[in-house]
T-cell receptor, first 114, second 114 residues
């Protein structure tokens, strides 16, 4: 079975500082990787996704993530955070070409401190 | 509609009562998914519909949970004899076809069983 690990449940960071949110997965098959963001009282919004090709993926709001197959990781980064980035971030994995459901991590709560 | 609509947004119910949660997907989206988001446990896959049929019910936690979709559009998730452990946010997502690539999530229904 697929599993997704987000080691950091809470990440506080000062405004304009860089941030990295970690995600590791376990799978013996090819995977598609995603990061979603959830603002308070809202649904999940897609930040970025890796399906194939370049391992460095750029998403919305200045976020990027790098797929590392050997380390089975897909860490999310942003060079300079804003107050508006305060939210819950979820890493998700789907398996292969027939996957129709996500396996989600438990989420990382990012708090940007003014 | 423009997005995935879920109702009600909040529901408080007494233990033992039945509840119905509604999801209205994006027009034309043939695939529909239900997830449960529990505090500290991330998102848990419940059920997937392709049209009106449910090829994957593997995530339903017990026989108290059921779901249906009519007319290839609106879906209802029913929880019978609710228990306190059913308290969670129930999220619905739809996509144009049965892949995770085009998922759009609704804002969810927050269910509280007292």
């Amino acid at each position: 079975a697929q599993s997704v690990t987000q080691l950091d449940s809470q990440v506080p960071v000062f405004e304009e500082a860089p941030v990295e949110l970690r995600c590791n997965y376990s799978s013996s098959v090819s995977v598609y990787l995603f990061w979603y963001v959830q603002y308070p009282n809202q649904g999940l919004q897609l930040l970025l996704k890796y399906l194939s090709g370049s391992t460095l993926v750029k998403g919305i709001n200045g976020f990027e993530a790098e797929f590392n197959k050997s380390q089975t990781s897909f860490h999310l980064r942003k060079p300079s955070v804003h107050i508006s980035d305060t939210a819950e971030y979820f890493c998700a994995v789907s398996e292969g070409n027939t996957g129709n459901q996500f396996y989600f991590g438990t989420g990382t709560s990012l708090t940007v401190i003014p | 509609g423009a997005g995935v609509s879920q109702s009600p947004s909040n529901k408080v119910t007494e233990k033992g009562k039945d509840v119905e949660l509604r999801c209205d997907p994006i027009s034309g989206h043939t695939a529909l998914y239900w997830y449960r988001q529990s505090l500290g446990q991330g998102l848990e896959f419940l059920i997937y519909f392709q049209g009106n049929s449910a090829p994957d019910k593997s995530g339903l936690p017990s026989d108290r949970f059921s779901a249906e979709r009519t007319g290839g559009s609106v879906s209802t998730l029913t929880i019978q004899r609710t228990q306190q452990e059913d308290s969670a946010v129930y999220l619905c997502a739809s996509s144009p076809k049965a892949t995770v690539y085009g998922y759009t999530f609704g804002s969810g229904t927050r269910l509280t069983v007292v």
